[in-house]
DNA sequence: GCAGCTCCGATTGTGCACAAAATTATGCGC
DNA sequence: GCGCATAATTTTGTGCACAATCGGAGCTGC
């Protein structure tokens, strides 16, 4: 027995709604995309430390692929900032600079400052919909903390952000803001699991509270809290690391 | 006899500002990125129409390299939304929808007001440097309206809001604008030669002073205004052409 | 006449083999 | 033991041949 064509519909709406969540670079296959992404995840779980060098041969046999293969997705990895290729030297993961990082939140910043504008200025019947599924999202988050599940719950965090932006519409938005958090997440990724996710909860709500009531203002105010906790977190760990590179300084 | 240290030092200084208004994707040897401006160049000057397809043989007969080289500068340029690439079905000038020019216009607009911002709250001692070059810049601008080199004029004021970008110093946000204007080139080139370039060059002067003088709030209006030209222009022109595809409002 | 089927040419996808380059290892003179 | 040239090995770059796939032309049967 087969499914419904309504139940594959909306298994499908589901699956995109997922996947929309993930960096999706277009001009690679299916697998291809899978592959990319397992890549990130590795990167972003610092599984593969910023520096490290990816040989082609030995990602080919991990992922059980051609190098041809693993070649072009380095290639679209680079584009993204994720990797870098240096001609005749091959790939290394990323090693963002101070300057990088800074740019980075600073785009990442600007970004969300235009969702959260965008969220509070919507239709007020539009908009109760968005803010009820934004808060189901929260609710998620306050399961995950009593859970305990640590892992979930950073997940969400972050996904909550992009669940904003996919809300405004703006597809082209939505993807730089998913660029931006995925280079932050390479930037920050061992420091991170520092940040104080409890509180997150509470400012996600808050932030929500003041869209919902149309409070522009209000709304970019929290969330340029919210970002900056991020933000000092990261100065905090970063200074106690080494400096990598010489930055430089137009 | 061969030049100095200095001598080679500035020139590597200029063509580096030189390189840096145009599109220079990372990953690609140098004579691959000279091909994939090339290829960029003729989807902007629309000697390639949108929709237009890219056969691998052909564009490597024209360019005279081997068709794996035009399958990476595919890749990468699809990662730019330049080109549209479907798997099995090959390579197309990407043809942005009505909604994909609304969203990278909204995104310039964006970007270029944080530079503005960033631009008229910098010291005193660093934008009076900073005003200088882009007043030559205008200065460029003007003597191309009074040689009646149109084609000139239309590239360098186009080039004006790079180089105000680049001097921001942040090249995260100058790259932004710079996938931006070049996705906005594809989706316009045919029509951009309708706006007032004369018009142009008395806004680029306006802008600056409002940015010279620190007010921020007017430096703003005057590029809203500015940038809203052009969407104008664009809005008309398109109205006028057939829509190509359905917009996913949502 | 046309719906559907099959076959054929054109085009893209993929693995492989070899070339080029870089990195590491080796040996030699001092 | 050290610096340096050189050889050996590893790793990346590139062209090519062939496989898979697509689109359309032409045929067949109703």
Known sequence: MTDSPK????????DTA???????????NASEVMLFQRLVDSIAERRLA?????????LAATFEVSRERVRRILLVASQYRIVKLEPNKGASV?????????EAFALRMLLEQQVVR????????????IVGELREHIDEERAALANGDRK??????????????????????????????????LALAAHAYHQNLDCSIGEHTQ??????????????????????HLEDDMAYNISVAQDDEKTLDI
């Open 7 to 14: 139940k594959i519909q909306a298994k499908a709406k589901r």
């Open 18 to 28: 997922q996947a929309s969540l993930t960096l999706r670079p277009a001009g690679l």
């Open 50 to 58: 910023p520096g490290a060098k990816l040989l082609e041969d030995e």
């Open 94 to 102: 990323a090693r963002p600079s101070q300057k990088d990082r800074k």
């Open 118 to 129: 965008l969220l509070a200025s919507v239709p007020v019947a539009r908009q109760r919909v």
């Open 152 to 185: 979930l719950q950073i997940r969400l965090s972050g996904e909550f952000h992009l669940k904003m932006a996919l809300q405004t519409g703006n597809s082209l938005l939505t993807q730089m803001l998913q660029e931006a958090v995925t280079f932050l997440s």
């Open 207 to 228: 932030l929500l509270d003041a869209i919902a009531a149309g409070d522009v203002q209000r709304a970019d105010g929290l969330l340029v809290d919210h970002l900056g």
